[in-house]
């Protein structure tokens, strides 16, 4: 036996982008909208792609070998349009009452303390 585990597979980090879909092989799978932005791993085997996020699987699909395919769950498609709504929902105003004592700084730093 090496002294070294054989890698066997394929492996590969990407930042996962807008459009929540990883390439492997000239075929896209998708991936938990959740992720996007974030760096994940991508795993694959001859028969399945994952893809994890801080160890978490945040997508599981069964390998696709035609090429130009793209492989699309349906739970990420809901995922992304209620990310969308939420997105697209007014937030409220932030508060305006923003204004803090000065004094309270002197306090905190010691510099309101009497000089004898």
């Known amino acids: 036996m090496p002294p070294v585990p054989l890698q066997l597979g394929w492996r590969e980090r990407v930042r996962l982008g807008r459009d929540y879909y ?7 799978y998708s991936v938990d909208p959740n992720a996007i932005g974030r ?7 001859l028969d399945r792609v994952k893809v994890r996020l801080a160890g978490r699987i945040v997508a599981d699909h069964a ?21 969308r709504q ?31």
């Open 22 to 28: 990883v390439r492997l092989d000239a075929s896209d």
């Open 39 to 45: 760096i994940v791993d991508v795993i694959a085997d």
């Open 63 to 83: 390998r696709v070998w035609a090429r130009g395919s793209t492989v699309t769950d349906p739970a990420h498609v809901e995922m992304a349009r209620r990310l």
């Open 86 to 116: 939420q997105f697209q929902q007014p937030r409220p105003a932030p508060a305006e009452d923003l204004k803090r004592d000065l004094a309270d700084y002197d306090r905190a730093f010691g510099l309101n303390e009497e000089v004898a």
